[in-house]
Every structure is written in C-alpha cells, then in structure tokens.
C-alpha cells in the first residue's frame, strides 16, 4: 500500500492541486487519485512531484511494507 504525503506538502507550499498538476505536467484528476493513494506513481512522476514540493521521493511517497506483502 502506498501512502503520500502530497496534500501535506502543497499546503506547506501553498499549492493547489491544479498549480500542482501543471508543474508537474499532468491533469489534476491524476494528482487527486495520487494522493488519495488510488494510483501509483511511475519512478519519474514520483521523481517530479518530489521535485516540485522540494522533497525526496520517500518523503511523498511511503510504502507500508506490512500492507504490499500481501
């Protein structure tokens, strides 16, 4: 299971998910199922979003090991 840290971060930076979307160059509807952990990222979009919230990818994106196991 992959929990984010997305809406945490755009709200540090002031961020709304449509600004979001469009510095990262995607449609806002694919950053609301991100951070509703309904969508797992590429390496590269995780590598963007992380970009853009100043963030390493691990600090977005958090795999709960004890959940993918299964």
């Not at 929990?3 to 469009?22: C, F, G, V």
């Not at 510095?23 to 991100?34: P, Q, Y």
């Not at 390493?56 to 196991?69: H, W």
């Amino acid at each position: 299971m992959m929990k984010t840290r997305i809406r945490e971060l755009r709200a540090r930076y002031e961020l709304t998910q449509d600004k979001l979307a469009d510095l990262v160059g995607v449609r806002r509807e694919t950053i609301v199922h991100l951070e509703r952990g309904r969508y797992n990222p590429s390496l590269g979009l995780a590598y963007r979003v992380a970009r853009v919230l100043h963030s390493r990818i691990e600090e977005v994106f958090i795999f709960d090991e004890e959940e993918g196991i299964r």
